[in-house]
């Protein structure tokens, strides 16, 4: 069964850091697509990254971008985006996908950028 765990929110002061980790199971994470997500509610899903199957280079988002960062730890089947210098608008329930956008995901984790 194919399933994506999401964790690492929280509430953290602008310009802080965050990591979130998505774990996969029933599927190897590397093997395919992987995106993050995000939505605020009321508002459209909102793209912050996928990583490429195979050659693992991710693309992210200009809102993001040198910002945040992917990396992978394949004997746990985890992903993590490290979120840095993050701002209020940052603000968003945070979702892993398996393959694009539309893809599986999980239940999310809410990340909350506040002073």
């Known amino acids: 069964q194919v399933q994506l765990v999401e964790s690492g929110g929280g509430l953290v002061q602008p310009g802080g850091s965050l990591r979130l980790s998505c774990t996969a199971s029933g599927f190897i994470i590397s093997s395919d697509f992987h995106t993050w997500v995000r939505q605020v509610p009321g508002k459209e899903l909102e793209w912050v990254s996928t990583?490429?199957?195979?050659?693992?280079?991710?693309h992210y988002a200009d809102s993001v971008k040198g910002r945040f960062t992917i990396s992978t730890d394949n004997a746990k089947n985890t992903r993590y985006l490290q979120m840095n210098n993050l701002k209020p608008e940052d603000t968003a329930m945070y979702y892993c996908t398996k393959g694009g956008p539309s893809g599986i995901r999980g239940q999310g984790t809410q990340v909350t950028v506040s002073s």
């Open positions: 990583t490429n199957m195979g050659d693992d280079v991710t």
